[in-house]
């Protein structure tokens, strides 16, 4: 259609920035319809200079009305409208339509592009909305200017968009992308241990995703022991290690935590209750009986460093339980009743056990038997103790002791009566006892010593048995005849060992004198008489042993005159001594056998008389002789 030219300008109110893609439509103008608005004639879009042109426009009176191409954005313009009278020719537009108010866009995303619901978004503090499950926003009516598009949620943080040119023509915002995200929690450790003192705060060590930080708590609540702590991290599809740390004294004082590092994700938002709590497990177990009641009025008790530190009391049931137990190791120990001494026996009364982060649930006390305590009371004696059923229904229990303690426990295996005897190296006053499972009174004897027991050892150099006295004197000149027996002996070897034994009054000072008399005359005593003395002490002790008494064959001077001539003297003298040590005559063959001696040392033989012949002429008589032993 012929006709002439209408020009228009869009632009943006206050920087006047031209606006494009801005639709202008013209219509007829029609007065009876609201808005003036007759049919539809035209439409033109604004380009980057903001120019709008409608080509060959007939004469006439139309309405031009400005919108936006893009329906996802909303412009407002001043005027809305605007009348034209198109007469003779083109018609240039001076007033520009201005965008006043406009739509704008944004979204909020993680820096792998998932986007972030909820996030408050405002400019310049005004005019705050919320993104949606895409992570968009739609902020309407601004104007155009340089802004401050600011993003907020809790527990994240956002780099925002800092003096931002806002225009009608830009209005798709840059993305607002996560910057940190919040890792909260606790470090709660309610039972703290008297020893030490609580720190006012604790170190978080956090490593992962190329970083390496070390964070402290923010807050301590003294009376609950919880420690808060919050901080931020990057954003990653990868774990993060929190580790929580404790002192080295708390370390050493047993506090544990039941898991000191954790892995933390914040791929899908904030971690606000990460928690690190005490390892605090219970210790559990239970008393095994073979008495009826045996667990009533038992405790038990964990020891550390000698001192109780846990006690509980064990049910009628024999089941125990320690709650609230601090890391580390202690000597679990049954505890009788105050006061009291129990009569059970124990396989183990008291053990060492680990306690670490979990509950220890398999402790065992298990009685064995019925407890008699024998007491030595100023004794350092060895003792063996027997006890014997008085039914005979089972077989004899023996102990031995090194008596070192002032009491030691005997452990019968069944309830019932029991003959107690007692050995040792001292007599006591009694040494049978009776003792009833059943009567508690009667689970403790008391031994008193009477007299002492001196042992001694003889040995005899013979393969043959011989009759041996050993003779005990005091220094009164008292004798008494010690009893002698044989204790050993080997025929493939020619000793014999014999043991003397004598009872001596307990506390008596003693100086002995010990002889022994072999029953073959041709043995003699090594050494003749044995001096022994014994001063009592504060402890009644074993009698040391005297030393050993050995019986040896001794030594014989075996010779023969010539000639043979019976009834001959024959004197033994030690070489350099006049004295006559052995005497002896020949027989009717001339020989003679004098002895015996301790020894053969330096011995010569001389005749002593010179018989004469009963042809009254004399002799001389030749002498030889060996020694012999």
């Known amino acids: 259609m012929t006709g002439y030219d209408v020009r228009a300008k869009v632009r943006s109110s206050g920087d006047e920035h031209p606006v494009s893609g801005v639709e202008l439509q013209l219509y007829s103008y029609d007065k009876s319809n609201r808005g003036g608005l007759g049919s539809h004639i035209a439409k033109a879009r604004s ?42 020719g083109s018609v240039v537009i001076e007033k520009p339509f201005e965008v006043v108010g406009f739509t704008v866009y944004g979204r909020v995303l993680l820096e792998d592009g998932r986007p972030v619901q909820g996030v408050k978004v405002s400019v310049n503090g005004e005019r705050a909305v919320e993104t949606d499950g895409d992570g968009f926003y739609k902020i309407d009516k601004m104007k155009a200017g340089i802004y401050d598009v600011i993003a907020e949620k809790d527990n994240y943080e956002f780099k925002s968009l800092r003096n931002i040119q806002i225009a009608a023509n830009s209005a798709d915002l840059p993305d607002i992308i996560v910057r940190g995200i919040d890792v909260c929690g606790t470090i709660s450790i309610p039972h703290y241990p008297s020893t030490i003192v609580p720190p006012g705060q604790r170190i978080v060590r956090v490593e992962g995703n190329g970083i390496k930080r070390v964070e402290q708590t923010k807050s301590y609540e003294k009376k609950k022991g919880v420690y808060r702590f919050c901080f931020q991290l990057a954003p990653s599809n990868e774990d993060y290690i929190v580790t929580a740390s404790l002192t080295p004294e708390e370390e050493a004082a047993g506090l544990l935590l039941s898991s000191s590092s954790l892995p933390v994700n914040v791929a899908n938002g904030p971690v606000l209750w990460l928690s690190f709590s005490q390892s605090l497990p219970n210790v559990s177990g239970k008393v095994q009986c073979i008495a009826a009641n045996c667990a009533k009025g038992l405790s038990v008790r964990l020891n550390s460093r000698g001192k109780t530190v846990y006690t509980t009391k064990v049910e009628d049931t024999g089941k125990f339980l320690l709650t609230n137990v601090f890391s580390g190791t202690y000597e679990a120990v049954i505890q009788e009743p105050l006061g009291l001494v129990s009569p059970w026996c124990w396989k183990s009364p008291s053990f060492e056990i680990s306690v670490a982060s979990t509950d220890l649930d398999t402790l065992s006390f298990e009685q064995v038997g019925y407890k008699l305590e024998v007491r030595s009371p100023g004794m350092h004696v060895p003792l063996n103790v027997t006890a014997r059923s008085t039914k005979g229904k089972m077989e004899p229990v023996s102990y031995n002791f090194d008596g070192l303690d002032k009491s030691v426990d005997v452990c019968v295996p069944a309830a019932g009566k029991y003959s107690i005897s007692v050995s040792s190296c001292v007599v006591f006053d009694e040494y049978e006892f009776i003792y009833d499972t059943a009567v508690y009174k009667s689970s403790a004897i008391n031994l008193r010593a009477s007299f002492l027991r001196l042992n001694g050892e003889i040995d005899v150099h013979s393969s043959a048995g011989m009759d041996l006295k050993a003779l005990i004197s005091d220094k009164d000149g008292k004798e008494v005849l010690a009893k002698v027996s044989l204790v050993t002996f080997d025929n493939s070897v020619p000793l014999r060992v014999y043991n003397y034994n004598h009872l001596l009054p307990v506390g008596v000072e003693q100086n002995l004198k010990i002889s022994v008399t072999p029953g073959n005359s041709e043995y003699l005593v090594y050494p003749p008489v044995l001096s022994y003395k014994y001063t009592p002490q504060n402890v009644i002790q074993c009698l040391p042993s005297p030393r050993s008494i050995a019986v040896k064959l001794g030594g014989f001077v075996i010779g023969k005159v010539t000639p043979e001539v019976k009834g001959v003297k024959i004197d033994v003298k030690r070489k350099s001594s006049e004295d006559v040590i052995l005497s002896g005559e020949t027989d009717g063959q001339g020989f003679y056998k004098l002895g015996p001696l301790h020894d053969l040392d330096n011995i010569e033989v001389f005749i002593f008389v010179v018989i004469a012949a009963a042809a009254a002429a004399v002799v001389e008589l030749a002498l030889s002789y060996i020694l012999y032993v």
């Open 47 to 88: 380009d980057d200079g903001g120019r709008v042109v409608f080509a060959s426009v007939p004469q006439g009176c139309f309405v031009l009305v400005p919108s936006f191409a893009e329906q996802t954005t909303q412009f407002e313009f001043n005027p809305a409208s605007l009348q034209v009278e198109v007469q003779h």
